[in-house]
């Protein structure tokens, strides 16, 4: 730290009380107060170096010479600046650091103590000694924080912009290049005389490297000065990134509700007992502002945790819409953990905050959905599915996170149907390349509320594409009770019909290798490939017991709603509907045509139209 030393006399007041006594050996013939304190000293060393004094003593003298009484309760810095300024002016020896130049810069201004009234006057010294502090990064934050104590004085002699531009050039130039200290400039034995913004000492200071060095030092300042500051960095050409990670740091570090989900072990995490509710909005709110608004510029967790944040200290709603549209515009890089927020609201329906993630889904596609192109096909292979589960597009990547959501917030049994159905239908058919993740959310939901009449779990379940599950989830679902006995026989339906497409397209490329290999039509053994026609060989067979096993299956349903239609004529639509076939046919696959004349199925768009029957 640097340091400016004035005088070369040795000490000559001494404090009795609240007075400070002059001890040259004359008496005193001036007092000067300063708030509680006096001063007694003598006029001529005074005068000779400050104007006002000489002006004041000269409208003040008595005829008869007596002392004289001024008061200078107004002057910057009190009592403890004025001390050393009464020292500066007996040529006492002084040390000014970075701590207390900005008030004597200032006490002189207040004092008139320029060339004009001594050469070498205190105004040109804390000038020239200005200028060395600003030329080092951690004296001029020392500086900065100064000011707030003089902050009229120290905006008029513009200190405060010039320390501000001296930062702002520091942060956003190397260094490395310079030898800038960036390790922090407390030494702790400076740390127990800091006071922030807000009362809080700092604790240990953690240290820095890369990027982000700067982070701790003007995290000290208060949140005028901090503005200030981050307005004048991001002016210079800082990157938003780093201006949005300081902006989190500093929240941090006075907002205890940010550092909830961090480790207790952090040791700078903040704790703020004295710091109220509105002081914390009315940080939060002015920190939320300064964030630049850029997609990817502030991670997805720390958007939702200043959001969750917003929501417990009753933020503004426009400060909650800010910060919702901006989860919103990246949505695709949140993960699952950080949308379970709580429902904050005052009358708490749901365990989490439904509606504003539906909000936040809203704004989303808002953005993506008009440059989407929706296709699906009315059949599609389970091949073709994990294939393109690969290519993960936003839309996709925010289905997934949604269907995740969806699974982890059904087990509420206050939220009701519509809300649960509004946020799953948000999401497009094309998005989810499988339904597994819809499929177990609803199965969930289905779980939680067993009271549903069956026209809404029929209903619930028009949420997932029975064609798009994928084997794992088929076979779940084939055996799952919680589901209507309707989505059951689809699964099975789409299943065997997406097995036949697979057989046919077998046989189908097996036909065209079985004929490049006999040209001729010779139906003997080959002499070349003949291990790969027998290995699909055994493929065939493979394949065709897969498919007996299923039209067994099939057919078991088939009698089982046969018996339920004896005690229920409702069921007796389920066998047309699917247009399965009798035991015989199903048993004899080579009458194709006959079971097709005796189906009486119907299909829309691909899928059976169940409703029709």
Known sequence: MAVMSLGSKPEAFRREGQTWVCTAGLPSDLTIEVGETSFFVHKFPMLSRSGLLKKLIA???????????????????????????????????????????????????????????????????????????FSNWSDSIKALETCEEVQTFAEDLHIVSRCIDSLAMKVCSDPNIFSWPVAGHYCMNNQLDHVSWNGISPENKPTFQGDDWWYYDVSLLSLPLYKRLILSIESKGMKSESVAASLIYYLKRFLPLMNRQSSFNDRHKSTIPTTSEADQRALLEEIVELIPNKRGVTSSKHLLRLLRTAMILHASPSCRENLEKRVGAQLDQAALVDLLIPNMGYSVETLYDIDCIQRILDHFMSIYLPASVSASPCIIEYGTLIAGADTLTPMTMVANLVDGYLAEVASDTNLNLPKFQALAVAIPDYARPLDDGIYHAVDVYLKAHPWLTDSEREQLCRLMNCQKLSLEASTHAAQNERLPLRVIVQVLFFEQLRL???????????????????????????????????????????????????????????????????????????????????????CNPKEPSSSATKSPSSTVHGKPDIESS
């Open 59 to 133: 409208e003040s003298s008595n005829e008869d010479g007596s002392s004289c009484v001024l008061q200078l309760h107004d002057i910057p810095g009190g009592a403890k600046t004025f001390k050393l300024i009464t020292k500066f002016c007996y040529d006492v020896k002084i040390e000014v650091t970075a701590l207390d130049v900005v008030s004597l810069r200032c006490a002189a201004e207040y004092l008139q103590m320029t060339e004009n009234n001594g050469d070498g006057n205190l105004t040109a010294q804390t000038d020239a000694f200005l200028n060395e502090v």
């Open 500 to 586: 036949r497409t697979s057989i046919s397209g077998w046989f189908f490329v097996s036909d065209n290798i079985a004929s490049s290999h006999n040209p001729s039509g010779n139906l003997g053994l080959p002499r070349n490939g003949g291990t790969h026609q027998l290995d699909s060989s055994e493929g065939s067979v493979n394949m065709r017991e897969r498919l007996s096993e299923l039209e067994k299956e099939c057919s078991s349903i088939r009698s089982e709603l046969q018996k339920l239609k004896k005690t229920k004529k409702t069921w007796s639509i389920f066998p047309r509907g699917f247009g399965f076939r009798k035991k015989s046919e199903c």
